[in-house]
């Protein structure tokens, strides 16, 4: 693939991230708590996992494809790119082999659920692999999985601060990660920290090995 026709294909997905996540923001904030998995109307559903994945996702192709048209360089974008695709992949795995399976993928899969569970993270995973990049950094990684850290980081500590609040879905602890008691919530956290860093690393090796094979 010529370079020109290269850059051209790596704007038209960052486009289309960009696209996607307004798409999916509009129906998030016109749509009530029973349309689809999302169980908050309007701005409160900026407090969930998947939504905030996804809008970082769609900044950061913002940003980039800000770069790609005033030609500068994007290198330095790179550990948030492969945060954004490390959250959005977490967040296509877990409904798609975990929570569709168990509750019924349609209400996954409605509005703009079905563009923060399923085309957004699917545009924003071709784009990474396809998209030639420079060598990452092993240290890159570890940077990628800190936006997941943070999100436990923050969770935790709201419910610390505000206590478990009401009844499901209407209290802190939305995901109901502390029903079995704090140190079982602790351990799920760090799991999906080390699984965000896990991501990663399968990102890097994947575009690693394709710049490898293109100086080959």
């Given at each position: 693939?010529?370079k020109?026709?290269?850059?051209?294909?790596?704007?038209?997905?960052?486009?289309?991230?960009?696209?996607?996540?307004?798409?999916?923001?509009?129906?998030?904030?016109?749509?009530?708590?029973?349309?689809?998995?999302?169980?908050?109307?309007?701005?409160?559903?900026?407090?969930?996992?998947?939504?905030?994945?996804?809008?970082?996702?769609?900044?950061?192709a913002a940003?980039?494809?800000?770069?790609?048209?005033?030609?500068?360089?994007?290198?330095k974008?790179?550990?948030?790119?492969?945060?954004?695709?490390c959250?959005?992949?977490?967040?296509?795995?877990?409904?798609?082999?975990?929570?569709?399976?168990?509750?019924?993928?349609?209400?996954?899969?409605?509005?703009?659920?079905?563009?923060?569970?399923?085309?957004?993270?699917?545009?924003?995973?071709?784009e990474?692999?396809?998209?030639?990049?420079?060598?990452?950094?092993?240290?890159?990684?570890?940077?990628?999985?800190?936006?997941?850290?943070?999100?436990?980081?923050?969770y935790?500590?709201?419910?610390?601060?505000?206590?478990?609040?009401?009844?499901?879905?209407?209290?802190?602890?939305?995901?109901?990660?502390?029903?079995?008691?704090?140190?079982?919530?602790?351990?799920?956290?760090?799991?999906?920290?080390?699984?965000?860093?896990?991501?990663?690393?399968?990102?890097?090796?994947?575009?690693?090995?394709?710049?490898t094979?293109?100086?080959?």
């Amino acid at each position: 693939m010529s370079k020109d026709k290269h850059t051209k294909t790596e704007k038209i997905l960052n486009a289309v991230i960009i696209l996607f996540t307004i798409i999916g923001i509009v129906f998030m904030l016109t749509g009530k708590a029973e349309d689809g998995a999302l169980q908050s109307s309007g701005i409160e559903n900026f407090k969930f996992y998947t939504v905030l994945s996804n809008v970082f996702c769609g900044i950061v192709a913002a940003i980039y494809l800000t770069c790609l048209f005033l030609k500068r360089s994007v290198d330095k974008l790179i550990p948030l790119k492969l945060g954004a695709v490390c959250g959005v992949t977490i967040t296509f795995a877990v409904v798609a082999f975990m929570f569709g399976p168990l509750y019924g993928f349609p209400q996954f899969y409605q509005r703009g659920n079905l563009f923060f569970h399923l085309l957004l993270p699917i545009i924003a995973m071709v784009e990474f692999v396809v998209v030639k990049r420079k060598t990452i950094p092993f240290r890159y990684t570890l940077i990628a999985a800190v936006p997941t850290f943070l999100y436990g980081l923050g969770y935790m500590t709201n419910i610390l601060i505000n206590g478990m609040g009401g009844e499901w879905p209407d209290t802190n602890d939305f995901y109901a990660f502390l029903s079995w008691g704090w140190p079982v919530g602790i351990v799920i956290f760090a799991c999906i920290t080390l699984s965000a860093f896990g991501v990663a690393c399968l990102f890097r090796h994947i575009s690693n090995k394709t710049e490898t094979r293109e100086i080959l």
